[in-house]
């Protein structure tokens, strides 16, 4: 069983910053993808709002963004601990969002239960 849990969440000003980190526990597999995604607050998968892909990296070091967070957000992540960084600098209030950790190893998908951003004034 894998479990992924996130921490960081908050409210911040437009222009500042938070850094979210994901550390996941249980069967790891050597090569996966870590990443963030992300979802409006008060919807659901269920009622059929998607999650989109904010970030990623893979064990090789290999990463992804997003174009709307391109040069303001950087993920890193720490092979050793099994865990992910997400540094969110120059936030806007669309960052505004549930953002969930996402584990990809083996074909299978692991979910943290999210954190919620709130970029306000």
């Known amino acids: 069983q894998v479990q992924l849990v996130e921490s960081g969440g908050g409210l911040v000003q437009p222009g500042g910053s938070l850094r979210l980190s994901c550390a996941a526990s249980?069967?790891?597999?050597?090569?996966?993808?870590m990443g963030w995604y992300r979802q409006a607050a008060g919807t659901s998968q269920a009622a059929g709002m998607e999650?989109?892909?904010?970030?990623?990296?893979?064990?090789?070091?290999?990463?992804y963004y997003a174009n709307s967070v391109q040069g303001r957000f950087t993920i890193s992540r720490d092979n050793a601990k099994n865990t992910v960084y997400l540094q969110m600098n120059s936030l806007k209030p669309e960052d505004t969002a549930v953002y969930y950790c996402?584990?990809?190893?083996?074909?299978?998908?692991?979910w943290g239960k999210g954190t919620l951003v709130t970029v306000s004034s």
């Open positions: 249980g069967r790891i597999a050597s090569i996966n993808i």
């Open positions: 999650r989109d892909l904010v970030a990623s990296t893979t064990t090789r070091g290999f990463t």
């Open positions: 996402n584990l990809n190893q083996d074909g299978m998908d692991y």
